[in-house]
């Protein structure tokens, strides 16, 4: 039930609102005094304060102002006609709203009502910024390899300040991830975190997405248009792909960053702004300067900080963890059970050169969470989104120049499979691709005594 604390020195005028708000539902406390109304806030923690302007001893005003700002409820202000200007400037102090005496219920009711859905909203954006920070903590990037260790100790060192980040890396590597770790861990969580590709927007837009645009800036300009630099402001602009911004628009983002201060295309004014910029990029951003395709001068204004994001291909050690995280993920979003992978799958994982980093790995996951019939992921499940067998990177094949004598290649591979199957040859059959009989005729063939499988692993025996 939504709690609201009357304070009034007159004890009719308490009566009559806690008779009315009661009815209305709300469980209504009472105080006779501003310093009393203090004591039952702290004690309570209130959705609502109703509170007399003028009262002996402190006033509603000063009751407004020592009350927390992280808890502060929606305080209402109650004031003679005569003095209505006092409740306006007690609203400038942060007053929700002020009723005039003598109060007529259906105001009363109203006005609660209203601040009741206000503060029903600020505590579900409170509960979304915290669940956002539990998601985007610097505990929760995963990683336990030297390069992302490193990466994550220079995020965590740069997140309480204001300056501006660079974070190099491969598509795919958690750029965005880093960035919102950074930002939701900072002062500026209850801030705007905002997000652009540069390289999906076209270069005739591209400015106006940023600045934003006045009515009659350029044809097709009927209505004003905040842009992303104004939007964020007291938050944190993430620049993703910063290397493929054109050049005029570069000049224009190191003014803002130098005089923070944005001026709308067609405007006449500038607007002050307080932005936070992370940029990143999958370019080697030196070699865009000496190219003459980046400014030397918004280079050096972004990279105060840098964060280099290692590929998944240099740090292995992480895939069973970042499995682990892909798979509960997945069975919360599509109600399935699986409890882990197969260590041949897990194998297969580790041993695979994951051109798409992790926003592959975690594509191959979702998908053998979705069509997966067992409670574990085996090598079946992720067999065709590798390409198991068929990539250089499994087997290791190369073709010479002069050929190869395909009988001596067939069994260099029958004995890789079994080499990489532990002598299973049943699992050596499915790396192949093949079935269990013909798997077994060509070990025959060929003679190869590098181990017996296990019989507890094969299907019913041959003919």
């Not at 942060?94 to 859905?117: C, S």
């Not at 979702?366 to 409670?375: C, I, K, T």
Request: proline share 4%; hydrophobic share 40%; aromatic share 6%.
């Amino acid at each position: 039930m939504a709690a609201i604390v009357v304070i009034d020195d007159e004890y009719r005028q308490r009566d009559i609102l806690k008779t009315i708000l009661e009815d209305e539902g709300y469980e209504v406390h009472t105080a006779s005094s501003a310093e009393e109304g203090l004591e039952l806030i702290d004690a309570l923690n209130p959705d609502v304060v109703i509170t007399d302007l003028k009262m002996g001893g402190m006033s509603g005003v000063h009751l407004l102002e020592c009350l927390p700002v992280e808890t502060k409820p929606a305080v209402i202000i109650m004031t003679a006609f005569g003095t209505i200007s006092s409740a306006v400037e007690a609203m400038k102090k942060g007053a929700f709203d002020y009723l005039t005496k003598p109060l007529e219920k259906d105001v009363i009711v109203l006005t609660v009502r209203k601040a009741m859905e206000r503060m029903q909203l600020l505590r579900e954006n409170l509960r979304l910024q915290d669940a956002l920070f539990e998601k985007f903590k610097m505990e929760g990037i995963i990683g336990t390899s030297r390069k992302m260790r490193e990466a994550a100790e220079i995020a965590k060192k740069v997140t309480p300040t204001a300056v501006t980040v660079l974070v190099y890396g491969e598509s795919g590597t958690g750029k965005e991830l880093i960035a919102k770790a950074i930002h939701y861990n900072s002062p500026r969580r209850t801030g705007p975190f905002t997000a652009i590709n540069c390289a999906a927007i076209p270069d005739t837009l591209i400015e106006s997405e940023l600045f934003g645009y006045e009515p009659g800036a350029f044809s097709g300009a009927v209505h004003r248009k905040i842009g992303l630099f104004e939007s964020s402001d007291k938050g944190t602009l993430f620049l993703d792909e910063v290397g493929d911004l054109p050049l005029l628009t570069q000049t224009k983002i190191l003014r803002v960053l130098q005089d923070k201060e944005v001026r709308r295309l067609g405007g006449k004014e500038n607007t002050r702004v307080d932005v936070r910029i992370i940029a990143a990029t999958n370019k080697d951003l030196e070699k865009e300067v000496a190219a003459g395709k980046f400014r030397e001068d918004l280079y050096y204004r972004l990279k105060v900080v840098t964060v280099t994001l290692p590929p998944l291909r240099e740090r292995k050690e992480d895939i069973p963890a970042l499995v682990s995280l892909f798979i509960d993920k997945y069975n919360r979003e599509f109600g399935k059970r699986i409890k882990g992978v197969s260590e041949s799958a897990l194998r297969a994982l580790g041993e695979y050169h994951w051109p798409g980093n992790i926003r592959q790995l975690e594509s191959v996951i979702e998908r053998a969470v979705l069509m997966g019939d067992s409670d574990m992921v085996g090598l079946n499940d992720i067999r065709s989104e590798l390409k198991l067998g068929q990539e250089k990177g499994v087997l290791d094949i190369e073709i010479p120049d002069e050929g190869i004598n395909f009988e001596e290649l067939e069994k260099e591979l029958i004995k890789k499979a079994m080499f990489k199957a532990n002598n299973v040859a049943a699992r050596a059959a499915r790396l192949l691709g093949m079935t269990y009989k013909t798997f077994w005729y060509r070990l025959e063939k060929f003679g190869i005594q590098e181990g017996s499988p296990n019989e507890d692993t094969l299907p019913e025996k041959r003919n």
